[in-house]
C-alpha cells in the first residue's frame, strides 16, 4: 500500500484510483493547517464585521440576498446540508465514495475555502477507517457541483446521515452510532463550513477519475480480443504493419498498431495462409481496429489531460483570494463549481469506448457466419443445428451495443434552469459520468464476448496450426476458467468469467511480448 499525504496540492488520477481501491493510505502533511489559516482568518474576521458575503452571512442561491442574524450562522451552515441531502437511488459503489472522500478533502485543504483543519481531518478519518458515507446516485444537475451528492457525504461529519462501517449492510447505519463505535466525535460547523462541504465537482472527478483508468484498461484489452479474432478469423497484420501506420500518425493508431504486431508475431495460424488467396483483404473490423481502437485511446487522452486539470483546481465558492493590491484577502464568488469541463469529457469518453464494443461486435458476428468466418462452423458449433453454439451470445453483444448508442447520446447539450433562476445554466456532468460507467460495463461485456468466440475459434482452428506466443498466452489463460463449448451449455457463466479476466489476459500477454501500450 502507497502512502500519500495530503498537502492541498492537486493528486494524480493513479493517485485517486489507488485511494479508491484501497491501495494507498492518506495522512495529513504536518504544515496543512498553517496553509489553511490565513483564508480561514478571512472567513472569521468577516463575521467579526458582519460583513455581506455569499452563503456565509446570507442564504444560498436564489436567496442570496437574504442576510441572515449572527445568531444564526452555525444553524444556517447545518440546515443547508440536511436541506441539500436530497438524493435519490442506489447508493454509489465503495470506490467512488472513497475516492469522493479524498477529493473533498483535498479541496478544503488547498487554502481557498475558508474552513478549519478539522474537516479534511475528518474525512481522512473516515478514509482510514473505510467508513464510507451512503450517497444516493441521483439528484445532480452538475452546477454548483454535485451539491445533494456532498451534502449526503457531509452529513456523518456532523453525526447525521448514515455510514456502512467495513463489511456492513450497503444502506448503512445512522452516522453517529458508527462514529461512537469507532471512536470519532462529530463536527459543529462554523460559519461557512456547511457551505464549502457542498461546493464542488469532486463526484463528478471521482467517477471520471476511475471510467479514464477502466476505459484505458479497455482499449489494451481490444486490441488482445482483436488479435486472437485475426488468428480465427484467418486474417493477416499485414494492415497493421508500421510501414503503413506512420503515414497516418495519430498516437493512438499508431499504439494500437504496434500492439497488434507484437500480439501477432510468430503466429503459425498466420503463417499457414500467408501466402494463400483466400482473401485479398480483411473487412474493416479486422483491417481497420488500428484506426478505430486508436481513435478511442486519443480521445481518452484528451479526458485524461480534463481531469488532470480538474484535480488540481479550486472548485469551491465562494473562495479567499489576494486581495487585487496584494495587501490581504478577500472573499469572492466564483463559477468554478460548474461542471461543463467534465461533462463533456465524459460524453467523450463514452463515445470512444462505445466503439470499442461496436467494431468488436462485428468482429463477433464474422466468427458466426459461415459466409464470412473462412471455414468455420455456423455459430462456432461442430454440430450447428443439434447445437447453437454461441448464436446468443452474439445477440446479447448486439444488444449491448445498441444500449450504448442510446447512452452516448451526449448529456452536456441539455441544461435545465433551478434555484429560482439562479442557475440558469447546468452543466449535467452527473449524468454523463454515470451515463459513461454504464457504457464502459457494456464495452467488457462485448470484449468477453469476443474473447470467447475467438478462443472457440483457436480450438477449431487446432488441426491447421496454433496460435503465435502471446495469443497462445491469453488462449490458455482463458481454456484454464472455460472449457471449449462443443455440446451446448449455458453462455452466462461463460460470459461472466471472461469479463472478470480480461485485465489478467492483458497481464498474460504483456508476460510474453512486454507491456502493452
Known sequence: MRDLQLTGDGFSIEDVVDVAHRRARVSLAPDLGAR????????????SRKDVVYGVTTGFGALADTTIGSDDLAKLQVGLLRSHAAGVGEPLAAPVVRALLLLRARTLSAGYSGVRLDLPAMFLSLLEHDLLPVIP???????????????????????????RAPGGDPAGRPA?????????????????????????????????????????????AADVACAVSVEALFGTDR?????????????????????????????????SHRDSDHAVQDSYALRCAPQVHGSARDLIAHCRRVLTIELSSIVDNPVVVAAVDGDG??????????????AFAADALAMAVAELASISERRVYRMLDPATSR?????????????????????????VVSENKVLCHPASVDSIVTSGNQEDH????????????????????????????AAQGLDLRASVAGPGPATDAVFARVRRDVAPMMVDREMAPQIEAVRDMLDDLVAEAAAVIGSLA
Open 329 to 342: 484577502f478577500e472573499v469572492m464568488s466564483t463559477g468554478n463549481f460548474h461542471g461543463q469541463p467534465i
Open 176 to 220: 453517529a452510532e458508527v462514529l461512537s463505535e469507532y471512536g470519532l466525535t462529530p463536527i459543529e460547523l462554523e460559519p461557512k463550513e456547511g457551505l464549502s462541504l457542498i461546493n464542488g465537482t469532486e463526484p463528478m472527478q471521482a467517477m471520471l477519475a476511475l471510467a479514464i483508468v477502466e476505459a484505458e484498461a479497455l482499449c489494451r
Open 426 to 453: 447546468v452543466s449535467m456532468g452527473w449524468h454523463a459520468v454515470r451515463k459513461a460507467h454504464e457504457v464502459l460495463d457494456n464495452v467488457r461485456t462485448v470484449l468477453a464476448i469476443e474473447v470467447l468466440c
Open 239 to 271: 494492415a497493421y504493419d508500421a510501414r503503413v501506420q506512420v503515414i497516418r500518425p495519430h498516437p493512438g493508431q499508431l499504439d494500437s498498431a504496434a500492439n497488434l504486431r507484437a500480439l501477432l508475431a510468430g503466429s503459425p495460424l498466420l503463417a
Open 137 to 163: 446516485c441521483k439528484g445532480s444537475v452538475g452546477a454548483s457541483g454535485d451539491l445533494a451528492q456532498l451534502a449526503h457525504l457531509a452529513l456523518p461529519l456532523i453525526g447525521e446521515g448514515r455510514l
Open 375 to 399: 471455414g468455420l462452423p455456423p455459430f462456432l458449433a461442430p454440430d450447428a443445428g443439434t447445437n447453437s453454439g454461441f448464436m446468443l451470445a452474439q445477440y446479447t453483444a448486439a444488444s
Open 36 to 47: 489553511m489559516a490565513d483564508a480561514r482568518r478571512v472567513v472569521t474576521d468577516a463575521v
